[in-house]
C-alpha cells in the first residue's frame, strides 16, 4: 500500500495566479493581478526599515496594535477582529471550523456564485464540503438562486462583493436580503478585498450585517489598495463566538512582524485611500469608455479591474498573444467559467495607455 492523500484532494484544481513577466521583455506592464496602481503607501519602507534589526522577534501572537489601528480607521470593535496571512488564510479556517462531514452522514455543502473567486471552491473542498454553484444574472450574484440552492446541509454562503472576476456588487439592501432569507445555522461570508474601491452610497461592505447578527463575517484585505499583496494581510470582522473559533485554530503567529508594522502605517498614510480611490474611478472609467468605443464589451465594475468580453475564446488567444507581443500582461479567467473574457487591472495612467494602445489597436485590426 502507498501513501495516498483523501480522495477530495486530488478533485482540486490548484489556483493559479496572474501571470507576472514575459519572458524576453525589457519592461512589461503588469495588469494581472489587481494589485494597487501605486504600491504600498510611503510610509511602509519607513516602518520596514525600522525592523531590520528586530526581525529575530516573535510578532504579537495577537496582532494586537494592529487590531486596534484596524478597529479606528474603520470605526469597528478591535475585539471583534481576526488578523490572518491574508484573507485567504481567514477562508481556510472559515472553512475548516463550519464545513466537512455532518454528523448524521454526507458532507456540508458551501454555496457560492458561478463566477465568484476560486479560493472559496478550494477552502471548501479541503475542508470536506460539497461546492454548490449558483447561476449568476448579469454577471452578478443572484440572491433568489443562492437562496433556492440552500438545503439542510448548507453551512456556507460565500459572496464577494465586489466580485472577483466580474467587478460587480450587490448592494446593501440586497446582502440584507440574503441575510434575512438564509437559515440561522448557515455563515455568511462577505468577502470585501475591494470595498475601499466602492464610492457609492448603496454599498455596504458587511460590517452591519455583522453587529446585526451572529452568523454573518466581513472578511477584507490590505492586498489591494494598501498595496501589501507581498506581505499577505488580511483580516475579518465577525460576532465574539466565531472570533472564539478563528482564534482556536489559527496558526499562533499567522501574521507577521514585517506586516503587522506595514499594516499599521499603511491606514495611518494620510489622504491614501482617498487619492487612490479618486485615481481608480478616473482611470476606470477612462480604460471602460476607450474600450467600449473600440467595441469590447465591458461589465460594469466598482473594483480597481475591468472584465473586457472578446466575445469568442479565439478572440481571446489572439488579443492575450497580441497584448504580450507589446509587453502587456492580464488575467485569462477560463477558469471561472468565463473563456471569452481577459480581466484588466487598472494600473496608472501610463500602464493604461499602453494597455489601450494595445487593445484598441487589436480591436480596430480584428473587429
Known sequence: MTLRPRPEILDIHPYVPG??????????????????AFGPPPSVASALAA?????????????????????????????????????????????????????????????????????YQIAGRLAGCSVVKTPERRRTADVDAILAAVTPATRMVFVANPNNPTGTFLPAAETARLRHGLPPYVLLVLDAAYAEYVDRPDYEPGAALVDASDNTVMTRTFSKMFGLGGLRLGWAYAPPAIVENLNRVRSPFNVSLSAHDAGIAALAEPGWVERSRAHNAAERARVTRSLEQSGIGITPSEANFVLADLTTQARVDTADAHLRARGVIVRRVGGYGLPT???????????????LDALTGFAAASP
Open 19 to 36: 501571470v507576472s513577466a514575459i519572458p524576453g521583455a525589457n519592461r512589461a506592464v503588469k495588469l494581472s493581478s489587481n494589485e494597487g
Open 51 to 119: 525592523l531590520a534589526t528586530q526581525l529575530h522577534r516573535y510578532p504579537d501572537g495577537g496582532a494586537a496594535r494592529l487590531r486596534a489601528a484596524i478597529g479606528a480607521r474603520f470605526g469597528l470593535d478591535p475585539e471583534r477582529i481576526v488578523c490572518g496571512a491574508g484573507s485567504d488564510d481567514l477562508i481556510f479556517l472559515l472553512c475548516h471550523i463550519y464545513g466537512g462531514p455532518l454528523p448524521e452522514g454526507g458532507s456540508t455543502e458551501l454555496v457560492m456564485t458561478e463566477h465568484g473567486f476560486s479560493i
Open 341 to 355: 473574457c481577459l480581466r484588466i487591472t487598472i494600473g496608472t495612467a501610463e500602464e493604461n495607455d499602453r494597455l
